[in-house]
């Protein structure tokens, strides 16, 4: 009897923040048999957060660059893959501050080589499998710079406006997704997300680093007044969008996700405080608040993102399942409950910054 093709993914980025619990759930929830995860893993790729798929029989890892185009053809071809979810980028606005070009080397060329190398493996491919192929890019809200406070929120036909490196190179990599469907009708998609948090968000992230040094005892630092506004969205939520998306998104398209929770950083800060007091807290009794001290505010800070994903609620018929409070709750208790995971974490940080990797 002729064996029957497993359904294979390969995703960019897996051992990542967003990308891993992509990978976790994918798996979990049978969205595929075969994930292959292809990760370079830099300084927020961490093996450790693929751990609840570690021994699943349709996991499979691969340390490599989407920059290197022998790597990608191959597993393309190996795997008779027929969807690319792309998470792979470099995400820090801090970081693209201080050096742009690792931003542009790996959202804009390493995009670019796996647009070509996803592109060539299509064209082999017969028409039934053309047609099922998928080319999914996972993008960020920033790249339509800010609003204002009376400002309509984002939609998908939002002029971009990207006020930082890390942006400009994310909307240089829509900008190509978006030419492989119009120049070679390639099945591309693109996704626009707001602020993520949640478990196993790499601890430079004002969640996870405001968890983690209200635990520490260290101060919770603020940029400016703290009124900077954003739109936050739990990760599995967005993985359950991107999902979505993937099985029914018109080729093309793009589909803007947030998770209806537009706050100011400092409501954040509060909340999450609030939270700590409660789950865990101080030894003398004291609110976490009294750890809280402003900085000055970084250059470029855009003042508010807002997004509308009427479009994704619409067609796909997607809505967050979290508000910020149950999504925020369900994140504290995750870095309370693995402490470990965090400490190895800071641990590997601090010895890059060391020595000049980070």
């Not at 707001?194 to 969640?207: D, H, I």
């Not at 900085?295 to 018929?317: F, M, Q, T, W």
């Not at 399942?321 to 409950?337: C, H, I, M, N, P």
């Amino acid at each position: 009897m002729p064996q029957t093709r497993r359904m294979s993914w390969i995703i960019t980025g897996g051992a990542g923040f967003i990308g891993s619990s992509f990978v976790i759930q994918a798996l979990q929830s049978g969205w595929t048999q075969q994930a292959i995860v292809l990760d370079k893993l830099t300084y927020a790729g961490n093996p450790a957060n693929l751990d609840p798929v570690r021994g699943h029989s349709g996991f499979s890892f691969v340390h490599g660059d989407i920059g290197d185009t022998a790597l990608v053809a191959k597993l393309l071809e190996e795997h008779q893959v027929e969807a690319v979810i792309n998470f792979a980028a470099e995400t820090h606005v801090d970081r693209s501050i201080d050096s742009p070009e690792p931003f542009v080397q790996t959202n804009v060329i390493g995009t670019l080589r796996l647009l070509e190398a996803a592109r060539q493996h299509w064209k082999k491919m017969g028409d039934t499998d053309k047609a099922r192929f998928r080319f999914l890019h996972v993008s960020t809200d920033e790249v339509f710079g800010t609003l204002a406070p009376e400002d309509p929120a984002f939609s998908e036909t939002t002029p971009y406006a990207p006020n930082s490196p890390y942006a400009a190179s994310k909307a240089a990599a829509d900008h190509l997704v978006r030419a492989y469907f119009h120049t070679y009708k390639m099945p591309v998609l693109t996704t626009n997300c707001s602020n993520n948090y949640g478990p196993r968000q790499f601890p430079e992230k004002l969640v996870p680093l405001m968890i983690l040094n209200a635990l520490e005892g260290k101060t919770l630092p603020v940029y400016g007044d703290g009124q900077q506004v954003r739109d936050w969205l739990f990760v599995e939520d967005h993985c359950t969008a991107i999902q979505r998306v993937l099985a029914g998104g018109r080729p093309g398209e793009t589909y803007n996700i947030g998770g209806r929770s537009e706050l100011p950083n400092m409501t954040v800060v509060h909340t999450l405080c609030d939270t700590l007091d409660k789950l865990c807290p101080r030894s003398d009794a004291r609110s976490y608040r009294e750890q809280i001290i402003f900085v000055a505010d970084r250059p470029g800070h855009d003042r508010r993102y807002a997004i509308n994903c009427s479009k994704i609620e619409k067609e796909l018929g997607w809505i967050p399942s979290e508000t910020f409070a149950t999504g925020l709750q369900k994140t504290v208790r995750w870095y309370l409950d693995n402490r470990a995971w965090c400490e190895a974490v800071t641990r590997e940080k601090y010895q890059r910054e060391r020595l000049g990797q980070a």
